[in-house]
């Protein structure tokens, strides 16, 4: 099978890594990739949002599955262009893409079937917002309705930071966004990330995952994209996951399929477990960066063979089997992330550092420039290594982080710090 992956991230490189083990596999594209892609994958130069050009690369190209890494090329409708054009595709139509495209979309399919989630109210005007603040006490959750680029929520610990976000979201600080606003009930617990897959008729649980999403030590400062992340999540016991297939997951495919827009693809709930069992605090649908690097790490299936039963309806039938073994993976990122950086410093060292047993260092902002590697983008690699605990992957992925020759990247330094308390509390 000759196939396509739309992406240039950390995500789209465990993708590719995953892809081009598969027996399966004759030739792999990336579409844009990045320079850790490029040892995998022909990168290709094609834009996402111009459904026309894919369609024709392929194509051109006898192109037999494409995978869909980011939410924005779904939530504009590329993979109901790419299956109008016969072209099987991993990932969801732009009518399923709205579980992340649209907070208010998920939040009332959530109140029509029971999911355990936050309350909420939905507003599209400031006053009215402001109102529900009052009446409903601080802390609370302000959220931008569309995508945001994980930047449109705020956990309000008092009323008038609460109205600020909502002046900010009617103001246009989210762009379109924030025409809408969600408000919602704080939630309690601890976080954790579900990831199942979805042909459209069969739904299958995956694999759990935590990240760590502040840029800082101690789970300080602005939001990222995600600073380094682990799976499984100790927090989810056999039963949790259980609750979350039969109260979260499978109703929602359920709905999705009784309206006519069968869910295709992977499904990450972003959950929190309160002291009532599994809420879902969000939906999206693809997989996690930096969380697919660690569960490509643990896979011992076949990942082409997933994605293509996926996106043909062949999903019941398909092996998915993991690793035991946790792995965890630690993001350097380029100095001055999340706010600005610069660009084009030289990354040294990258083959001795990956070069362990159990080790491997995915690529994200990064590009190829005469055979060497330059950091192009705020999250730049993903260091992931595997060991029999969290505290083994841990310590595997830190020293080979510390054999990096680049003095503009920086790290968190504490990576998986609850899941190595669990452990020690238990040893
Ligand atoms: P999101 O961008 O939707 O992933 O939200 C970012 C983060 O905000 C989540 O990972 C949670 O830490 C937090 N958050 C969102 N909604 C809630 C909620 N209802 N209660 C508590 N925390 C929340
Ligand atoms: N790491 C969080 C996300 O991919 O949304």
Redesign the pocket.
């Known amino acids: 099978m000759k196939v396509l992956v739309i992406g240039s991230g950390g995500r789209e490189h465990a993708l590719c890594w995953g892809i081009a083990k598969s027996p399966d596999l004759e030739k792999l594209y990336c579409a844009p990739g990045n320079g850790g892609i490029a040892a995998v994958a022909d990168c290709v130069d094609l834009d996402a949002s111009h459904h026309g050009e894919i369609i024709e690369f392929c194509r051109d190209n006898d192109i037999g599955l494409v995978v869909v890494g980011p939410e924005v090329p779904l939530v504009e409708g590329l993979a109901d262009a790419l299956v109008a054009a016969g072209i099987d595709t991993f990932g969801p139509s732009a009518a399923a893409a709205r579980l992340e495209g649209s907070?208010s979309f998920t939040k009332e399919l959530c109140a029509a079937h029971n999911i355990p989630?936050?309350a909420?109210g939905r507003f599209s005007d400031a006053a009215s917002a402001k109102v529900y603040v009052e009446t409903q006490g601080a802390?609370i959750?302000v959220?931008a309705d569309g995508l945001?680029a994980?930047?449109?929520?705020i956990?309000a610990q008092t009323i008038a930071e609460a109205q600020a976000a909502i002046d900010d979201c009617f103001s246009g600080a989210f762009g379109d966004a924030g025409a809408e606003v969600v408000i919602?009930?704080?939630?309690?617990g601890e976080?954790a990330s579900f990831f199942a897959l979805s042909d459209g008729k069969t739904v299958r649980p995956l694999a759990t995952a935590q990240d760590h999403?502040r840029v800082g030590d101690g789970d300080t400062g602005p939001?990222t994209g995600g600073m380094g992340a682990y799976s499984p999540a100790p927090v989810m016991s056999d039963s949790l996951c259980a609750r979350t297939m039969t109260e979260i997951i499978e109703p929602t495919v359920a709905a999705l399929a009784a309206a006519g827009t069968p869910y295709k693809g992977v499904l990450f709930a972003?959950l929190?477990i309160t002291a009532k069992g599994p809420?879902l605090?969000?939906y999206?649908v693809r997989f996690g960066d930096p969380e697919c690097q660690v569960l490509v790490m643990r896979l011992k299936s076949d990942l082409l063979g997933m994605l293509a039963a996926t996106a043909r309806g062949t999903l019941a039938s398909c092996p998915i089997e993991w690793d035991e073994a946790p792995a965890l993976t630690v993001v350097m990122a380029n100095r001055g992330y999340p706010g600005s950086y610069k660009k084009g410093s030289v990354i040294g060292n990258l083959e001795e550092a990956g070069d362990e047993p159990g080790v491997h260092i995915f690529h994200a902002g990064t590009a190829c420039q005469k055979d060497t590697i330059v950091a192009i983008g705020g999250r730049v690699l993903n260091v992931t290594a595997k060991g029999d605990s969290v505290s083994a992957a841990r310590s595997k992925a830190y020293d080979a982080a510390a054999k990096l020759d680049w003095p503009r990247g920086f790290c968190r330094s504490d990576i998986g710090w609850r899941a190595v308390q669990r452990e020690q509390d238990t040893a």
């Not at 994980?150 to 929520?153: A, D, F, L, R």
């Not at 919602?184 to 309690?188: D, F, G, R, W």
């Open positions: 907070k989630t936050a909420f802390p959750v959220k945001a994980g930047k449109g929520v956990v919602e009930e704080m939630l309690v976080e999403k939001n972003g929190m809420e605090i969000e999206n």
